[in-house]
């Protein structure tokens, strides 16, 4: 027991207390269990606790010191003497929220000294500087005045109106899906974030304003709106704890559903703008407010794992109000029992509902630690130095507070008096296990889209102007070298040719006449003849290359100008593109899809095509090649071709690197049919056995760097 609750033990053992008569009750049967909401209508925050709790509330008296009656739960079996500690503690938390006024001069100053003496430890410290929570206004007589107009969008006729919007905005979505996707990719580029960062924080403005007017609608108070900074990051917070004395659970849903609610109208309403404005840039910035209010909502809102709306939703579905607290009680529980054999009281549960618990439990909790360690390695990764310093704090003070405690229970828990060798032992197993695991091989494989084509393709392009005459070949026919694809007409060329050859027979006859007579103007006349005679043979060259013909043997694709008999077809546009060598996927990877240097020259690949689901070709990976994007998002990089020996990684551009990988197929497993340049293809590609931690390592970088920019 700390020196410091003992002092204050002994000052308030002979105090007479009982709760504040203007408080508010409700009672709640939620799970079959009590449970109790006692609104303070000073400062309109509510608290809510269980019966347990609510009948050591009751019991406090101004006829009874607080030591006798600590003693009378101690009699009644309810308490233990070891838990006066306890005790203590809740009537200094009740104290601090407001429910009870010690009758001491000090009291107040006694609890500040208390909260002192807690928060002088560095961990304290330190974690109140990444989770840092500031108090702004209080809006309750904003609301009153506002809130008129907001209603309409909390009844039935409002809902029905936002299903039907919601169906026409996925439809919208869907037809163009192709348009939506493009730019998702680099979307977190590291020249978007500073407008992203404004655009999360405005937001989630709007989102704790939708708990906020939705807990007024229906009658409750919001004391208090402020601000959370989350690892240096603002998010707004609203206080609508007074919604949990709502006795209609469906009204406790709307309002934990009200924040996601108001960001989905903020989403239709960037996605009307993003449908009618493309083009410009604020379409892109539209694009961009879909995008959060979509994938960050339901990722991270929406999550039932995490204490935030979806939890709440979930727990008043299913009726069960400290829903994350029994199920990880049930987990740990079950764990107790697989591991060291303790039957606890979970054992009685019906199994369904143990079932429930602890499928829900185990889940929350992994993804707990999962957060956790997704932020240790994003702060290590992402900021030099700081990121080091907070990083390594965070992970001590999370994880390694952890293990303290799991190796505190092992080494002193009561419940292991008798199997305390068992226990460690299990222990010993366990970690072996894990950093086993963590170097063993593991075999990587990964799925991406590509486009088939033929490893060298020439692009014919038309020499000269005209109007298109004929097509003498079919889309994908294969043609010999100096095969014509198509012939162009240019009435102009022929007549042009006509007048240079009068031109030079004329200047042909008069030149030895002027030789004879003036030498001067035969010599400006032998030069005249020179330069037609040139301008005969570029005319001559452009009406021979009217017919555009093949350079090599091979497959041709035609373009689409072609299909047009009579169009004007300029110098300089291709016409028809003929394929030569080996066929060949191309794909195109971000380097996060890439997962660093998995993908070598050689890697053995499984290709199916689509539209031959049962057909499949093996090939090997040729060419890695890396090209950046700038800041315009435009390739600023040729491909280099400097991993060809997929030795190692190339250095990553300031803002993004891509990666073109191609994969050459075995031609003799291809059918005829397959042979078609443009197909979609599905390739596996192997990559070479990594250590298991390694990939652990890789996901939990990518895991940490989604959650910190969600949040």
């Not at 408080?23 to 925050?45: A, E, F, N």
Request: proline share 5%.
């Amino acid at each position: 027991m700390s020196t410091g609750i003992s002092d204050i033990a002994a000052r308030l053992r002979q105090v007479r207390v009982e709760p504040r008569p203007e408080l508010r009750v409700t009672r709640h049967l939620m799970g079959g269990k009590p449970q109790y909401v006692i609104t303070d209508p000073t400062s309109l925050q509510s608290h809510k606790f269980g019966a347990d709790d609510y009948q050591l509330i009751v019991a406090l008296s101004d006829k009874r010191t607080l030591q006798e009656v600590f003693q009378q739960f101690v009699a009644a079996g309810t308490l233990k003497l070891d838990d006066e500690e306890q005790f203590f503690r809740f009537i200094l938390y009740l104290h601090q929220i407001g429910l009870l006024n010690l009758p001491l001069a000090d009291g107040r100053t006694l609890y500040r000294r208390f909260q002192r003496r807690n928060a002088k430890s560095w961990t304290g410290r330190f974690m109140n500087m990444l989770f840092l929570r500031v108090p702004l206004v209080q809006p309750d007589r904003f609301l009153d005045r506002t809130h008129r107009w907001v209603r309409p969008l909390f009844t039935r006729t409002a809902l029905l109106i936002w299903c039907l919007s919601m169906l026409v905005s996925g439809f919208c979505v869907w037809s163009q899906w192709d348009r939506f996707k493009q730019p998702l990719p680099g979307l977190f580029d590291l020249q978007n974030l500073p407008a992203l960062w404004l655009l999360l924080i405005g937001l989630k403005v709007f989102h704790e304003l939708g708990h906020a007017y939705a807990c007024r609608v229906f009658g409750g108070s919001v004391p208090e709106i402020g601000a959370y900074f989350i690892l240096l990051t603002p998010c707004a917070y609203v206080d609508a704890s007074s919604s949990w004395g709502f006795a209609n659970r469906w009204h406790r849903m709307v309002v934990a559903l009200a924040g996601m609610y108001i960001e989905s109208i903020i989403a239709m309403v960037a996605l009307m703008i993003w449908c009618f404005q493309p083009d410009t840039w604020l379409a892109g910035f539209a694009h961009e407010a879909i995008v959060l209010t979509t994938i960050v909502t339901i990722g991270f809102n929406a999550n039932p794992l995490m204490r935030y709306d979806g939890y709440f939703v979930l727990s008043d579905l299913l009726n069960r109000p400290n829903l994350r607290g029994e199920s990880q009680g049930v987990f740990y529980a079950a764990m107790k029992r697989l591991l060291f054999g303790i039957v606890g009281p979970s054992e009685t549960l019906p199994w369904r509902t143990f079932l429930l618990y602890c499928s829900f439990g185990a889940a929350s909790v992994i993804y707990q630690q999962l957060v956790v360690v997704g932020i240790c390695v994003t702060l290590l990764t992402r900021i030099p130095l700081v990121g080091l310093l907070f990083g390594g704090c965070f992970a001590a003070i999370s994880l390694g507070g952890q293990l303290v405690q799991y190796i505190r229970y092992v080494l002193a828990s009561e419940e292991l008096s008798d199997r305390r060798l068992k226990a460690g032992l299990v222990t010993v197993t366990i970690l072996a296990c894990i950093g086993l695991a963590g170097v063993l091989p593991m075999p990587i494989q990964y799925t991406s889209e590509g486009t088939l084509i033929r490893a060298d393709d020439q692009t014919l392009r038309a020499k000269s102007p005209g109007f298109l005459r004929k097509v003498s070949v079919v889309h994908g026919q294969n043609v010999s070298a100096g095969d014509v694809i198509c012939e162009l007409d240019n009435a102009e060329i022929p007549a042009l040719i006509a007048e240079t050859e009068g031109t030079l027979l004329e200047l042909r006859s008069s030149l030895p006449h002027e030789s004879n007579h003036n030498r001067a103007l035969a010599t400006q006349t032998q030069r005249r003849i020179e330069q037609h005679k040139y301008e005969l043979a570029d005319l001559v060259s452009q009406q021979r290359e009217l017919q555009v013909t093949s350079p090599w043997d091979g497959p041709v694709a035609l373009e689409a100008s072609l299909d047009h008999l009579g169009k004007f077809v300029r110098v300089g546009e291709p016409v028809a593109i003929v394929s030569s060598g080996d066929w060949v996927v191309q794909l195109l990877l971000s380097e996060e899809e890439l997962l660093g240097r998995l993908v070598q020259i050689g890697a053995a690949a499984q290709v199916r095509l689509l539209g031959f689901p049962h057909q499949q070709c093996s090939g090997r990976v040729t060419r890695v090649a890396s090209f950046h994007v700038d800041a315009t998002n435009q390739a600023s990089q040729t491909p280099d071709t400097a991993m060809h020996d997929g030795s190692g990684r190339p250095a990553t551009d300031p803002f993004r690197t891509y990666f073109e990988v191609h994969v050459t197929l075995d031609e003799a497993a291809m059918s005829t049919e397959m042979r078609r340049r443009g197909m979609t293809a599905i390739v596996r590609l192997e990559a070479p056995p990594e250590a298991l931690g390694a990939v652990v390592y890789r996901r939990l970088r990518q895991f940490g760097n989604r959650l910190v920019l969600a949040q």
